[in-house]
């Protein structure tokens, strides 16, 4: 642990902010409003001593790192002591009183993911959710089995036995597959296998290691869309990858923000209790 307390202080040094230099992705933080600028007050819906969780990424925060309390890697968290700039334009959410912090904090961490799923998904569809049995990938099978309806298909693909099972467990999916130490074209026989050669109307990408870019675009059909929710994407493998097969697939790359979406995730957390119930075992 103290080689990633040692890391942590570099990037923030180096950056002024808190930027994985190997990924690009930096998280969000929670944490209390010190001040409010001037020109803001009585014009926004915070004060000061209210909690909140940025939901911009910290590798665009400006932030200063003071102490490093506590690392929890099975949660995905760091306690430190320290202070950040939240900018006018930047987005936030109140953390709710219906619920812990630490939970909140774990949906509000990839609420673009079901969001943008809801926007994605309609009646009928076929989606192919890959990495389903992680965070972000619970949250969209929930939320794409509510757009596609009975008459449509949610496979859940997972990356371990233990994901594999979670996901299972939570009834979420039509199908559950473990695509562990499959290749691209293993996995794209198997969805070919279960969509009768149709494929994906809908493809998401949760799975947060480089080299799925290809899996997931031989998964989806022609003209349907494969959104890449996982900061490991290279948009130089996508891109060049579906013009090498000649899939014309429309992609949408990373794109962690859409309207509404803190509250659309922390909803999905009240609607379904087995969706609460995991998170709080996993992540609270």
Do not use: W
């Not at 600028?37 to 200063?64: M, Q």
């Amino acid at each position: 642990m103290e080689e990633v307390k040692k890391e942590m202080f570099l990037n923030v040094e180096l950056q002024g902010k808190h930027r994985n230099r190997r990924t690009g992705s930096g998280g969000m933080l929670l944490g209390k409003v010190e001040k409010i600028g001037d020109a803001l007050k009585g014009k926004i819906d915070l004060k000061e001593g209210d909690r909140i969780a940025t939901l911009v990424s910290l590798s665009l925060t400006p932030l200063r790192i003071d102490e490093i309390l506590a690392i929890r890697p099975d949660v995905d968290q760091v306690d430190i002591k320290g202070k950040a700039i939240l900018f006018e334009s930047g987005i936030y959410a109140k953390i709710p009183t219906d619920m812990p912090e630490k939970l909140a904090l774990s949906a509000l961490d990839v609420a673009g993911a079901p969001a943008q799923t809801a926007k994605l998904c309609q009646y009928g569809q076929t989606v192919v959710i890959l990495g389903a049995g992680g965070k972000s990938g619970m949250l969209c099978c929930y939320e794409a089995k509510k757009r596609v309806g009975v008459t449509g298909k949610v496979i859940g693909i997972a990356n371990s036995p233990k994901s594999t099972q979670r996901i299972k467990d939570l009834g979420f999916c039509d199908i559950v597959e473990s695509a562990a130490g499959m290749t691209p074209v293993q996995v794209y026989e198997l969805v070919e296998r279960l969509t009768n050669g149709k494929m994906a109307d809908v493809t998401i990408n949760c799975v947060n290691v480089p080299d799925q870019e290809m899996t997931a675009v031989l998964c989806t059909k022609d003209d349907g869309i494969v959104y890449f929710f996982s900061m490991a994407t290279s948009f130089t493998k996508a891109s060049l990858g579906a013009e090498g097969i000649g899939s014309d697939v429309n992609m949408i790359m990373g794109n962690g923000y859409t309207k509404g979406h803190a509250e659309f995730t922390l909803q999905e957390l009240r609607e379904s209790p087995k969706l609460r119930k995991i998170f709080e075992e996993l992540y609270a």
